[in-house]
């Protein structure tokens, strides 16, 4: 058995000494040096040759056995067993398990954070420490609910503080019992998508908008029909006209996105009244609206909506934590039947591992407190980047006026615009260590206007402005 000669122990090492063990044999195994058949040393032998407890190897060897790397014979020991599909799997000399797919996965770029990201939450400004010790707190308590789901609605102290949250925030009245925990924007359309569409409905959805959800109704059988904005926002007439059998219109009437813009009361009333009339679904996505930096949040449109036939949808990514993957989703009290029949039947999918510390993070008022905190500085950050755009980037960006959101979008200058497209301007910012998205991306139909979407929420003064005069240098190379 001179194989297992090789097995070494490290005194330092985090991972327990069965762990270590049980690796160190399984890569032997895998890679093909100790072939099936072999017979494992007794656990008494080899716990007396590393010196270490007989139990020790009895738990290594018992992992081994339930992973299939062996099988046991009584009195004759252990033995390696033949592996299959044994070409899957490859370990490199170092010993480290390389596990080949026919697919190529597409790895995101380099995780580290670059002016102007969206999706930037900063550890300087998020209270980790409070919230790590409510997360533990939380699990301290054995409530039910962690270890099993109780409720496929999500955790109710939760629910609760969500409620209270609407009221407060955002004017809005909901029951506990109408709202529903997801793991994020994507798993709460589909669920509408679930209950309330079949396959081949149109659905209206503002051009341009959020591609994710875009990619839901596709994914789910349906059609996306694109419809046009203008400065009030959603156009009912034009949607009509386009698809007057549609079912759904989503929309952002807080603040559109990705413009910002607010859509009229007007324009609110008329969507209302068409869901009212036609008995057509409107689902209001909430996304940022707690981050408005000048007078009151503007009220939701669920909150006008007297004949519930609005769905409202709320995302933690914003204020808390995009990693968090939690969102809400508020419906009208004659459908929840229908969502509690169609989540139970295909099991829910946000985890409750942090539903009770986040339930406790609202409660306390340490919530609240986050947002008024991260929204002064972010609204010193808007300023920040907008007067910095318009001294350093006169003629090339334009930042429109804007009190409110967490990014910006910059339309293109007079002196750039007949020269380069923002795509262009995107790659050569990539180049240059900036991240910038392009307006047209966010379109579904052509023509498209010509824009920058920067986040500025997640970054400080000097990556601003660091970023600007890359992002400036980054447009001049394509002048020149
Ligand atoms: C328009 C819009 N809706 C919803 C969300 C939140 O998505 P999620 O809850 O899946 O993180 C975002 C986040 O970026 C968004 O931009």
Redesign the pocket.
């Known amino acids: 058995m001179t194989t297992l000669l090789t097995l070494s122990i490290k005194k330092g090492d985090p991972q327990p000494i069965y762990v270590q063990i049980y690796r160190q044999i399984r890569e032997l195994i895998l890679a093909g040096r100790l072939g099936a058949e072999t017979r494992l040393p007794s656990s008494r032998a080899l716990a007396s040759e590393l010196g270490i407890s007989r139990s020790t190897i009895v738990t290594a060897y018992e992992q081994l056995l339930s992973e299939g790397y062996v099988r046991s014979t009584r009195g004759a020991g252990m033995f390696v067993m033949p592996l299959s599909p044994d070409h899957l799997l490859h370990v490199r000399n170092s010993g480290e398990l390389e596990i080949h797919s026919s697919t190529k996965s597409t790895i995101p770029d380099s995780p580290k954070p670059k002016p102007f990201d969206?999706?930037t939450a900063l550890f300087e400004l998020f209270p980790a420490k409070d919230w790590t010790r409510r997360l533990a707190a939380s699990w301290r308590r054995e409530h039910p609910d962690l270890l099993s789901f109780h409720d496929p609605f999500g955790h109710m102290p939760l629910r609760e503080a969500i409620s209270s949250h609407l009221s407060l925030w955002r004017g809005f009245e909901c029951a506990p019992e109408n709202i529903m925990i997801t793991s994020?924007?994507?798993d709460a359309m589909d669920l509408i998508f679930r209950v309330l569409a079949q396959p081949g409905d149109d659905i209206w959805m503002e051009d341009p908008g959020?591609e994710?959800?875009r990619h839901g109704i596709r994914s789910n059988g349906m059609n996306v029909v694109a419809v046009p904005l203008d400065e009030a926002g959603f156009d009912l007439g034009i949607a009509k006209e386009i698809a007057p059998k549609a079912k759904i219109a989503i929309v952002?009437p807080s603040r559109q996105?990705p413009f910002g813009t607010i859509m009229s009361l007007t324009r609110r009333l008329e969507l209302l009244d068409w869901a009212h009339h036609s008995g057509g679904w409107i689902v209001e996505?909430d996304?940022d609206s707690e981050y408005r930096y000048e007078g009151r949040p503007f009220p939701a449109m669920a909150g006008l909506d007297e004949h519930s036939n609005t769905l409202y949808?709320g995302?933690?990514?914003?204020v808390m934590f995009?990693s968090l993957?939690l969102?809400y989703l508020v419906c009208p009290p004659h459908l929840t039947d229908g969502f509690r029949e169609t989540i139970s039947k295909q099991g829910t999918k946000a985890s409750f591992v942090a539903q009770p510390a986040l339930a406790d993070f609202m409660e306390s008022g340490a919530f609240g407190a986050h947002i008024r905190k991260t929204r002064r500085v972010y609204a010193k950050r808007l300023v920040h980047l907008q007067s910095t755009l318009s001294t350093q980037a006169e003629g090339l960006l334009v930042a429109p006026p804007q009190t409110s959101g967490l990014h910006l979008v910059a339309g293109l200058g007079d002196r750039i615009s007949n020269h380069m497209t923002d795509k262009d301007i995107v790659e050569a910012a990539r180049g240059n260590n900036v991240r910038v998205q392009a307006l047209s991306d966010y379109y579904q139909n052509k023509p498209c206007l010509q824009g920058l979407v920067m986040g500025f929420a997640g970054h400080n003064e000097t990556a601003i402005d660091d970023g600007v005069s890359r992002l400036v240098a980054s447009i001049k190379s394509l002048l020149s």
Do not use: C, P, Q, V
Not at 315 to 318: H, Q
């Open positions: 969206i999706d994020g924007t994507s959020y994710i959800i952002t996105f996505d996304y949808l995302s933690f990514s914003k995009r993957r969102a």
